[in-house]
């Protein structure tokens, strides 16, 4: 059983600090949801489950909490550092056994911000993103990106509207079939020195995760990448394929469309995805767990 998280409300920063029951310094994730915003119940749930596994855990609101941008666009990525850098400080916290979680839209800003560290041992994106993409507001259609950084917009792959709507996917996979315009907006991962475990699903209907995740796989394969990679692809999910398994009846376990898969590949891929997802966190930030 985790205790109730410790509130974060300090300045800019605003989060949930999971603690562990053990003792002694631990190490530490920062987990990032998606365009959800705020302190969404999904990226909850994931921060329980690694609290209970013995992981500090920061789960951070980016945008959607008050007196946060309401759309998530033009993020500033010193969000997510800042937050990183305060956490390393924190009693109880092993420094130098940091790590990155983030799903959908946190996944790409998690791939974003491991190719700018160097003290991430491992980065986990669920249903990840191979590139920058532009903001998202429900008030309509962005041209910005969604990331800024020291200031500036973070260069991104525009979306591919051919001026006839035909769904979220396709303005994603659009864009992405047109190489010039995908290689506008392509995340530098080979920069990370961190392990990359990427988790998608083959029938995602909200974007094209398992061949972004390929993408990102075959960049690092090219550039002789150090570290482990590993991608689990599930046939039958959707964009609800990361995460610790949920119980039966509830919304998480339930979803299928419109964001894909069915509820039964849903399912099957956190069954056997969030265990391998806990050996490889284990593996680079609890080696002593793995002996």
């Given at each position: 059983?985790?205790?109730?998280?410790?509130?974060?409300?300090?300045?800019?920063?605003?989060?949930?600090?999971?603690?562990?029951?053990?003792?002694?310094?631990?190490?530490?994730?920062?987990?990032?949801?998606?365009?959800?915003?705020?302190?969404?119940?999904?990226?909850?749930?994931?921060?329980?489950?690694?609290?209970?596994?013995?992981?500090?855990?920061?789960?951070?609101?980016?945008?959607?909490?008050?007196?946060?941008?309401?759309?998530?666009?033009?993020?500033?990525?010193?969000?997510?550092?800042?937050?990183?850098?305060?956490?390393?400080?924190?009693?109880?916290?092993?420094?130098?056994?940091?790590?990155?979680?983030?799903?959908?839209?946190?996944?790409?800003?998690?791939?974003?911000?491991?190719?700018?560290?160097?003290?991430?041992?491992?980065?986990?994106?669920?249903?990840?993103?191979?590139?920058?993409?532009?903001?998202i507001d429900r008030e309509g259609l962005v041209t910005e990106s969604s990331w800024t950084e020291g200031g500036k917009p973070v260069?991104?792959t525009p979306y591919g509207w051919t001026g006839e709507w035909r769904g979220i996917h396709a303005l994603y996979a659009d864009a992405?079939?047109?190489?010039?315009?995908?290689?506008?907006?392509?995340?530098?991962?080979?920069?990370?020195?961190?392990?990359?475990?990427?988790?998608?699903?083959?029938?995602?209907?909200?974007?094209?995760?398992?061949?972004?995740?390929?993408?990102?796989?075959?960049?690092?394969?090219?550039?002789?990448?150090?570290?482990?990679?590993?991608?689990?692809?599930?046939?039958?999910?959707?964009?609800?394929?990361?995460?610790?398994?949920?119980?039966?009846?509830?919304?998480?376990?339930?979803?299928?469309?419109?964001?894909?898969?069915?509820?039964?590949?849903?399912r099957a891929a956190r069954a056997d995805g969030w265990p391998k997802v806990l050996a490889d966190l284990d593996t680079a930030l609890?080696?002593?767990?793995?002996?």
């Open positions: 059983m985790v205790a109730a998280p410790r509130q974060i409300r300090d300045g800019a920063m605003i989060a949930d600090l999971y603690q562990p029951a053990r003792t002694g310094r631990a190490p530490a994730i920062l987990l990032l949801g998606g365009s959800e915003g705020g302190l969404g119940k999904a990226a909850a749930a994931q921060a329980a489950a690694l609290a209970a596994r013995g992981y500090v855990v920061l789960q951070l609101s980016y945008f959607g909490s008050l007196g946060q941008p309401a759309a998530l666009k033009s993020i500033p990525i010193e969000t997510f550092t800042r937050a990183l850098d305060w956490l390393k400080m924190q009693p109880g916290v092993a420094g130098d056994r940091i790590g990155i979680v983030g799903t959908s839209k946190g996944a790409e800003a998690a791939l974003l911000v491991a190719s700018r560290r160097r003290d991430l041992k491992i980065a986990v994106v669920g249903v990840p993103s191979s590139v920058v993409w532009p903001g260069p991104f992405l079939a047109d190489p010039a315009k995908a290689a506008t907006g392509a995340i530098p991962v080979e920069r990370s020195q961190a392990a990359i475990v990427m988790v998608c699903g083959e029938a995602d209907g909200l974007w094209p995760s398992c061949p972004m995740a390929r993408a990102v796989e075959t960049r690092l394969h090219a550039a002789k990448y150090a570290h482990p990679v590993t991608v689990l692809a599930y046939p039958d999910a959707g964009h609800a394929a990361f995460g610790p398994p949920p119980e039966v009846g509830t919304q998480a376990a339930d979803r299928a469309a419109p964001l894909g898969g069915t509820v039964a590949g849903n609890m080696p002593e767990r793995r002996r």
